[in-house]
């Protein structure tokens, strides 16, 4: 997963109502309701059968790093799916996002321009019709690449090209992220 891609899921996970389960028993019960079962949750994370059921009881409780880590990103997957998806909405259709990032960003222009990629730091609103692309394909699975070519063009037309009032012809690359987060 790219740094873009789990920016729009930490922004949606900031409107949470409840905080995940914190002990590996309830995180575990909590999959095997959600996938109906324990042997697709020991599929899913790669462990056997009866690790899960032991999990389950509360015979075995501090699993090590890597099994904790795989189940916490399950879990947070699955978690207020109803919350998830109305804060996509609310953004996507009223809201929109704040993205705030520093990278690279290069031009292609009228000649005589200054093209040249350069590390600039911008925070920038972006209306909801970014903001629903962008959740959009995410949820078909698209490449980093596509969303931040969704961001590039946003930003394009919001930051540089000031919603059309200047630099008609600009195009705008969006490489090199050094950090981005996104706000609903």
């Known amino acids: 997963m790219g740094k873009l891609a789990e920016s729009l899921d930490k922004a949606v996970e900031g409107s949470f109502t409840r905080p995940i389960p914190k002990s590996a028993g309830t995180r575990m019960r909590y999959l095997v309701r959600q996938l109906k079962g324990t042997r697709p949750v020991a599929d899913l994370l790669g462990i056997s059968q009866r690790t ?29 799916p109803q919350v998830r998806a109305r804060a996509k909405k609310q953004a996507a259709t009223t809201g929109g996002i704040v993205l705030d990032t520093r990278a690279r960003f290069g031009f292609t222009a009228a000649p005589g321009t200054t093209d040249d990629a350069r590390l600039r730091h911008i925070t920038q609103a972006l209306p909801p019709r970014y903001a629903a692309r962008l959740f959009d394909a995410q ?46």
């Open 52 to 80: 899960v059921e032991r999990y389950v009881k509360d015979q075995l409780k501090r699993p090590r790093k890597p099994l904790a880590t795989r189940m916490e990103r399950e879990v947070r997957k699955r978690w207020q």
């Open 139 to 184: 949820e078909e699975g698209a490449a980093e690449q596509r969303l931040r070519d969704i961001a590039a063009e946003g930003l394009q037309e919001i930051y540089f090209k000031d919603r059309g009032r200047r630099a008609q012809g600009l195009l705008v690359e969006f490489t090199d992220i050094d950090y981005i987060e996104i706000d609903l």
